[in-house]
Structure formats: C-alpha cells, structure tokens
C-alpha cells in the first residue's frame, strides 16, 4: 500500500514540504514537477499574463485524492504527494507541486507525470488570467 498525500489550499506551496511527505529510506528515486504562474498563454497569444486566481470545484479535493489513488494503484510507487493551489497568484508562485518516490527511478518518472496529467484532466480546479490590458479570461471550464 502506497502512502499517498493530497491537498487544495489557500497558501504558498512548497516543494520541501512535500518531499519530507514522501521520503522514505526505501525510496531510490523520487520525481517532482513543480508547475508555476508563467507571464503568457497559449489561450491568447501575445497577451501578458500579469496574475491569475484558482478556483476549485467543492468535490476537488475528493477528486484529487481518488486521482492520486488511480496513480498509486497503476504504478509501482511508494508515495505520493500532490498539492495545488487555490486563489490569487502572481507570476512565478508555484501552483501545483507533485512528488512521487519509487525503488526505482523510472516508476517515480511515470508516477509523477500520471499524477500531474490526470489531475490537470480530471480535478476541477480552473484559472482565472489576468493580463496587462486588464482583461481577463476563464481556462479549464
């Protein structure tokens, strides 16, 4: 049984934190992706991204934790963490952290990017962007 870790929160996220979740002297190799508020989309092309704001569906985080037990489920993992962040962020603040640790490294590779792709396909969490012309725009719903 692999230990597993999600949450959706209102505060800054950290890497160190999640990768304390996971450690586990068994553990030969652990994959993080670190996802974080860029300056451009590919939503609007040639717009300047300047901050936006995460807003999560009521049933995310029963979401996010079924997704991350499909994850644990299919690979051969030993832990994994995901967190993601809700509310307003500024360019460069992380938005989502995933670490997987595994015996191996190739299982903590392919855990990590499972988790990462499904939770951005399957947890209802959106984006609101805000550009520098001050308009604005809706991704994910």
């Not at 030993?78 to 670490?99: S, T, W």
């Amino acid at each position: 049984m692999s230990s597993i870790y999600t949450q959706i929160r209102n505060s800054p996220l950290s890497v160190d934190e999640l990768l304390a979740i996971v450690a586990d002297p068994a553990a030969g190799g652990t994959a993080v992706f670190l996802g974080t508020v860029r300056d451009h989309t590919p939503e609007a092309p040639g717009a300047v991204v300047t901050a936006l704001e995460y807003e999560a569906h009521p049933e995310a985080a029963r979401r996010l934790r079924e997704v991350a037990e499909k994850v644990a489920a299919d690979h051969d993992v030993i832990a994994l963490a995901a967190a993601h962040r809700v509310g307003p962020l500024q360019v460069g603040e992380a938005a989502v952290v995933v670490v997987a640790s595994a015996a191996h490294r190739a299982a903590a590779f392919e855990a990590c990017r499972a988790l990462i792709d499904t939770l951005k396909r399957e947890v209802p969490i959106w984006k609101r962007e805000g550009f520098a012309d001050g308009t604005h725009t809706w991704v994910g719903i």
